[in-house]
């Protein structure tokens, strides 16, 4: 195979070189991803990716990709609300996009919205895809549905569920009693529309086999009083050729456990999904033809076997994925394993190569290369001519800036228990001692960390510090027994573990104990304050990133949703709720506190760091609340991003007395 140097000559300011200033590492390691969301056209010879503007705004550019051609833009969204989201192919000409914001609502705060639309790829005919409401509709849908099927055969249609409201037109044809979730083929150009399944209220999903026919519907089970979720979903399926729905699941949100379907073969007539087994996620196979037959595809003994590996217009499943130590895949499919082996012999150095998108005939293939210390790049493989074209950089900003390698470690708990955890030393300090350190604990609770680039932790290592990234108790991926009763009800387990990964680097001589920090985001927030209340004499410094602080409050902002009995049976009751708050617990904290939130936040509102920063003040703790009015969770500002990185950098550095 060969590799040739061929990359895309990218016009204008939004991926153009910083030039020769002096190295701002906040600015860069803060900016926004250059290229993301890149998909390859059908017939493989365009590529489309979104890239960042000012604020939270975005913009779509498609550019062919020979040698030299330029970007165009296709379609731009401001931030203020809509931001981009993905955006794939129907046909070699037009695209279907996703947009999202987040609205202020005077009665429920802040309502998370999408909506589906196509475009061409020169930015021409713009169509509404969802369903559109006007003064008749009687409701609000915050969802605009989902393409569950790209319909190779059929250019420029896709079959797509789409959710339906109640139009009260009364005496028109154009009225309609229709509610709920249904499908429907459409034609992205002219918008005309084939019902498939007739819109059902407690329809929440649907799958199908990639050519068109939709096999499994999900459907909400019986909603207890007040209308709140159980956290059921039963799972029916349809024989080939039938239109006799027949049950196939009952899958739990809560526990995770009974099967839950990803996707459909048609060739073999099975469903994959994942489904427990001895406590742990497994990629199993259920038959549709009224057998009940279940199939293990594949299983770990040590982790949860999470994702399906799909290639092609159609998604065919491949493979599976999971994570031990890093992310490994096994292919099923000889003819993938075969391409993604000669893939990993011509990129040695990137071991996390895959594959995200593929032409029709799958002669061409999109391929994504990334590693530990390099964010990743973008590259074209014509299978037929064995030639693989580099086409894009994730993080422009960062070429030629030399990263930190990731180290998979463990540490011992106070009961002798191992934790996982990946550990950063500064570039060129690997095995270095006596350096200032930050203890960096995912959010979730119930994701975990993962090998690889990390923007957040490879800022603070270029900047002289040592990071550790605990996988506590509490996270996801290690099957039930790790993750106990989740990060809020076992608190105490789970901070303990974070406080234990301090410990740890002090015990080793890799930091000093009064140069130790810990800086979180969301439940990592969490972690990170709880831990300064739990044990002060830890931590000299705390950086808390749109944290809970509040476990009651936490659950009354769900009050007004349906998932709030769900969210309220997650955070628990009884004194662990006070004991868990940190800004019930202010006084116990001695080290300074830095926050950061947005006021656009709906996973966890702003009121919980302001709510924090008032209790610091009474308890006369040095603190400070910096706060934007315009971005969420995610705070995906570049510039917003690099003041947090600045700010956080300085504080740690204050606090360590340096």
Not at 501 to 517: F, S
Not at 605 to 619: D, G, W
């Amino acid at each position: 195979m060969r590799v040739l140097p061929v990359a895309l000559t990218l016009a204008g300011s939004v991926l153009a070189s910083s030039g020769a200033r002096a190295f701002d590492a906040a600015a860069a390691f803060g900016a926004r991803p250059s290229a993301v969301d890149v998909s390859l056209s059908p017939d493989g010879n365009s590529i489309a990716f979104v890239a960042p503007t000012q604020g939270m705004g975005s913009v779509l550019y498609t550019v062919h990709v020979d040698p030299g051609a330029k970007p165009k833009a296709a379609l731009t969204a401001s931030g203020k609300p809509e931001r981009l989201g993905g955006c794939d192919w129907v046909s070699n000409d037009r695209l279907v996009c996703r947009v999202y914001g987040i609205l202020k609502d005077p009665s429920l705060s802040l309502l998370p919205v999408n909506r589906l639309l196509a475009v061409n790829a020169d930015g021409s005919d713009h169509q509404l895809l969802s369903t559109a409401s006007n003064f008749y509709t009687r409701g609000f849908a915050l969802g605009g549905g989902n393409v569950i099927d790209w319909m190779a055969e059929r250019d420029g249609a896709v079959l797509m569920s789409r959710h339906y409201l109640p139009d009260e037109h009364i005496g028109s044809r154009l009225g309609s009693s229709e509610e709920g979730l249904g499908v429907d083929l459409l034609d992205t150009r002219t918008l005309q529309k084939q019902t498939i399944e007739r819109p059902l209220s407690d329809a929440v999903c649907y799958i199908s086999d990639g050519h068109g026919t939709v096999r499994i519907m999900g459907v909400r089970g019986a909603r207890k009083g007040g209308g709140q979720d159980t956290g059921i979903v039963h799972f029916l399926y349809r024989r080939p050729n039938s239109r006799e729905w027949q049950g196939l699941s009952d899958y739990n949100e809560v526990d995770y456990t009974g099967f839950l379907p990803y996707a459909v073969d048609r060739e073999r007539n099975v469903a994959y999904g994942t489904k427990k087994i001895d406590g742990r996620l497994a990629i199993v196979a259920l038959a549709l033809d009224g057998s009940s037959r279940e199939e293990l595809v594949y299983s770990s003994p040590q982790v949860d076997v999470d994702d399906l590996i799909r290639i092609g217009r159609r998604h065919r499943v491949v493979g599976v994925s999971f994570v031990t130590d890093i992310r490994t895949a096994f292919f099923f499919d000889a003819d993938t394993k075969k391409i993604v082996d000669s893939l990993g012999r011509a990129l040695p150095q990137h071991p996390a190569v895959r594959i995200v998108d593929a032409s029709v005939d799958e002669s061409k293939l999109l391929v994504f290369a990334s590693r530990d210390n390099d964010p990743g790049s973008y590259y074209l493989f014509d299978q037929g001519a064995h030639q693989l074209h580099p086409l894009l950089a994730k993080r422009q900003e960062l070429d030629g800036v030399t990263l930190a390698t990731v180290k998979p470690v463990s540490y011992p708990a106070k009961d002798g228990v191992a934790v996982p955890a990946y550990l950063t030393w500064p570039p060129g300090k690997e095995g270095a001692k006596g350096l200032p350190a930050i203890v960096m604990p995912h959010g979730g609770p119930g994701a975990r960390d993962e090998w690889g680039f990390d923007w957040l932790a490879q800022f603070f290592a270029a900047s002289g510090y040592v990071v550790l990234q605990p996988n506590y108790r509490g996270s996801g991926g290690y099957g039930d027994d790790w993750y106990q009763r989740n990060g809020f009800r076992s608190w105490p387990t789970a901070i303990g573990d974070v406080l234990d990964a301090g410990r740890w680097l002090v015990a080793q001589g890799i930091a000093p104990a009064d140069k130790l920090g810990i800086v979180g985001w969301s439940y990592g927030g969490y972690a990170a304050l709880q831990a300064a209340v739990t044990d002060s004499s830890v931590f000299k410094a705390v950086v808390a990133i749109a944290p809970v602080t509040d476990l009651e409050e936490a659950k009354q902002e769900w009050r007004n949703w349906s998932n709030y009995r769900l969210e309220s049976e997650f955070i628990g009751e009884g004194p662990q709720v006070r004991a868990g708050s940190p800004a019930r617990n202010a006084d116990k904290i001695k080290a300074p506190v830095l926050l950061f939130h947005g006021a656009l936040d709906r996973n966890v509102s702003i009121s919980e760091s302001r709510h924090m920063a008032k209790s610091l003040e009474s308890a006369g703790v040095r603190h400070e609340l910096v706060t934007w009015d315009d971005l969420d969770h995610e705070l995906d500002d570049s510039n917003a991003r690099a003041e947090m990185l600045r700010k956080s950098e300085a504080f740690l550095r204050a606090a360590f007395g340096e």
